[in-house]
């Protein structure tokens, strides 16, 4: 049984790292830096402010790369055995976020027209993704490992809202009108709220066979 569950959580994990494979390359194909390219052509009013072109090529550019090096990082095996790797990768993972991806995000909120309720839901979840990965952050160079791997986890609960975003479009494209302001809304905060409750119940469980591991191993 142990082993079908293995099996399960790889395959699972492998889709997962395919999906965000696809979602980079797709980003990355905006690095020809064409202001006409592609989603780009319905934002010309929005660039024009010049504002809006830097954060999109902020978010979507260096978001590709955070979200390929989430998966290395979370994965086990790159802190026992690539932890110098692991370090580096964790490095770029962290700046790429405070620095790009999440003011990138943030400024973009602000041009979305698809009523207050996307603006409000983007805007919560952008600095959210900044406040948790200056977190997770400052807990590594505190030597607290256990607080900034929980931090990490919700880090990256939000950096993976970029894929559930686009399986919730592609899945209800084809039923719902998501132009009307509503219907992209309730996408907006299922992308990555969600993600989050998923992630602080899985800290929780972690926590409690920790605290109960501890419990027997003092009783014995």
């Known amino acids: 049984m142990q ?3 293995t099996l399960f959580r790889n395959f699972i994990f492998l889709i997962v790292v395919l999906l965000g494979v696809a979602l ?4 990355l ?4 830096f064409d202001p006409q390219y592609g989603f780009l052509r319905l934002k010309q009013q929005a660039i024009a402010t010049g504002w809006y072109l830097p954060a999109y090529y902020s978010h979507v550019l260096v978001g590709g790369i955070i979200l390929l090096a989430g998966f290395f990082q979370l994965h086990p095996k790159s802190i026992r055995h690539f932890r110098k790797l692991h370090r580096i990768v964790g490095y770029i993972y962290v700046m790429g976020i405070l620095f790009f991806a999440a003011p990138g995000g943030i400024v973009m909120s602000f041009f979305i027209d698809r009523g ?3 603006l409000t839901s983007f805007l919560i979840q952008g600095s959210l993704w900044f406040w948790f990965t200056a977190t997770a952050f400052d807990r590594i160079r505190k030597k607290d490992i256990e607080g900034h791997r929980q931090w990490m986890w919700r880090s990256y609960a939000l950096t993976f809202a970029a894929i559930t975003l ?3 479009i592609f899945i209800t494209s084809y039923t719902y009108n998501l132009s009307v302001p509503e219907a992209y ?3 907006a905060w299922l992308s990555w709220v ?3 409750l998923v992630i602080e119940l899985y800290l929780r469980k972690i926590s ?3 605290m109960q591991s501890n419990i027997v191993s003092k009783g014995n």
């Open 3 to 5: 082993r079908i569950i």
């Open 24 to 27: 980079a390359a797709n980003a």
């Open 29 to 32: 194909k905006y690095s020809n």
């Open 116 to 118: 207050p309720w996307v």
């Open 166 to 168: 686009r399986v919730y």
């Open 185 to 187: 809304a309730t996408l």
């Open 194 to 196: 969600p993600n989050l």
């Open 208 to 210: 409690t066979n920790s």
